[in-house]
Each structure stands twice: as C-alpha cells, then as structure tokens.
C-alpha cells in the first residue's frame, strides 16, 4: 500500500465513520481509542453488555459494507 493509497484508505475509512450514528461512532471510539470494555462502556451508556456488544457488531458490519462499496468504485 503506497502512500496514495494510504491517504485514500484513511479517507474513506474517516467517511464511512461519519455515517454512522453518534452512539456507534461513540461506543467505537470507547472501544477502539480507549481500550474500553464491553462492560465499562455498558455502564456509560446504560445498557447491557450484550446490547453494546450488538452495536458494535452493527457497526462494524456497516463499515465493513461501505469500505467493500468504496474498494470497488476505486
């Protein structure tokens, strides 16, 4: 992956986080950048741990889908 392809990868990814809800990009945020768990972003956000972990599949699977879509326009 050379540096062209980098800085576009990164901007499709930067895109796709942005359509997703708040929550999602929240809930990924905690997850991802602040190596929270399932069960401490539970807490914040008042649900169970179960009910985060289905969000964040979601979420996962939606970007997934948009980066898929973007990787064949390219």
């Known amino acids: 992956c050379n540096s062209y ?12 986080l942005s359509r997703l809800s708040e929550r999602e990009q929240v809930m990924l945020s905690f997850y991802y950048e602040h190596e929270m768990n399932l069960k401490e972003i539970a807490l914040v956000f008042e649900l169970t741990e179960a009910r985060v972990s289905q969000i964040h599949k979601k979420a996962l699977k ?13």
């Open 5 to 16: 392809e980098r800085t576009q990868l990164k901007q499709a990814m930067a895109k796709a």
């Open 62 to 74: 939606s970007l997934n889908s948009m980066l898929t879509d973007w990787r064949e326009s390219v």
